[in-house]
């Protein structure tokens, strides 16, 4: 297992899979998700990320979940339609599941296969936490679903942009349409966050946790350093 320290942000993390029929100068997934709670910050440091990348000349998809091809949107709809307050648990978790399983066959994987990065907004560790913690149903139980969905398929590194639910509540009020789940109350918001920690002690080897409640560009900063160093180590085992 390669691990590495990123000075000055005093992260470490390693143990990626490594695929065979998938290569970008170095064999592996190559995919880098973003997550975080409502009004963590997510399309804000995915636009730091993307500049960086294109900076680099490297060859991406921006992607979101759910969501991200056409039928996934329309699973989206579903769920966050603020109409639908009678959805049951169980039901969410499995709509999130479909809309994931569709996004990886019609874009994820076409994309891998092509030797492109995939930058994702979400990935199955937020059903985790929101699904399988917030919602009671079973951190384990909604693994093992995904797991179905996504035949394994993990990301190769994680941001977890760290914001607590009552910042990230502030933050969204400003918004003038709030969606299904952005409407739960702050119980609610307290219990992903809560799921986000069991997460990230889930899986220590690819997710790095980073103070989402500072300035935006000191946020960029020190998540461009991150995926930076990552994107090194891979090439320099390559060598």
């Given at each position: 297992?390669?691990?590495?320290?990123?000075e000055?942000?005093?992260?470490?993390?390693?143990?990626?899979?490594?695929?065979?029929?998938?290569?970008?100068?170095?064999?592996?997934?190559?995919?880098?998700?973003?997550?975080?709670?409502?009004?963590?910050g997510?399309?804000?440091?995915?636009?730091?990320?993307?500049?960086?990348?294109?900076?680099?000349?490297?060859?991406?998809i921006?992607?979101?979940?759910?969501?991200?091809?056409?039928?996934?949107e329309?699973?989206?709809?579903?769920?966050?339609?603020?109409?639908?307050?009678?959805?049951?648990?169980?039901?969410e978790?499995?709509?999130?599941?479909?809309?994931?399983r569709?996004?990886?066959?019609?874009?994820?994987?076409?994309?891998?296969?092509?030797?492109?990065?995939?930058l994702?907004?979400?990935?199955?560790?937020?059903?985790?936490?929101?699904?399988?913690?917030?919602?009671?149903?079973?951190?384990?139980?909604?693994?093992?679903?995904?797991?179905?969905?996504?035949?394994?398929?993990?990301?190769?590194?994680?941001?977890?942009?760290?914001?607590?639910?009552?910042?990230?509540?502030?933050?969204?009020?400003?918004?003038?349409?709030?969606?299904?789940?952005?409407?739960?109350?702050?119980?609610?918001?307290?219990?992903?966050?809560?799921?986000?920690?069991?997460?990230?002690?889930?899986?220590?080897?690819?997710?790095?946790?980073?103070?989402?409640?500072?300035?935006?560009?000191?946020?960029?900063?020190?998540?461009?350093?991150?995926?930076?160093?990552?994107?090194?180590?891979?090439?320099?085992?390559?060598?």
């Open positions: 297992m390669a691990h590495f320290k990123v000055n942000l005093n992260i470490s993390f390693g143990g990626i899979r490594a695929v065979s029929d998938v290569s970008f100068e170095v064999e592996y997934n190559k995919i880098f998700s973003i997550i975080g709670p409502n009004g963590s997510k399309t804000t440091i995915v636009n730091g990320i993307k500049k960086m990348l294109n900076e680099k000349g490297i060859d991406y921006q992607t979101r979940e759910p969501g991200g091809s056409e039928i996934a329309k699973i989206r709809q579903v769920i966050l339609d603020k109409n639908n307050d009678k959805m049951d648990a169980r039901t978790a499995l709509l999130y599941a479909a809309s994931r569709q996004h990886i066959v019609e874009v994820v994987l076409p994309a891998l296969k092509a030797g492109k990065l995939v994702c907004d979400r990935f199955v560790d937020s059903s985790l936490a929101y699904q399988g913690y917030a919602r009671g149903i079973g951190i384990d139980e909604v693994y093992k679903m995904n797991q179905f969905a996504t035949e394994g398929l993990l990301p190769d590194l994680t941001i977890y942009l760290t914001v607590t639910p009552q910042v990230g509540i502030k933050r969204k009020s400003a918004q003038k349409e709030l969606d299904r789940l952005e409407r739960e109350n702050l119980g609610f918001h307290e219990k992903v966050y809560q799921g986000y920690q069991k997460v990230v002690e889930m899986f220590p080897d690819r997710i790095v946790a980073i103070d989402g409640e500072r300035d935006a560009q000191a946020v960029i900063a020190d998540t461009v350093v991150v995926v930076e160093a990552f994107l090194n180590q891979r090439l320099n085992k390559n060598d």
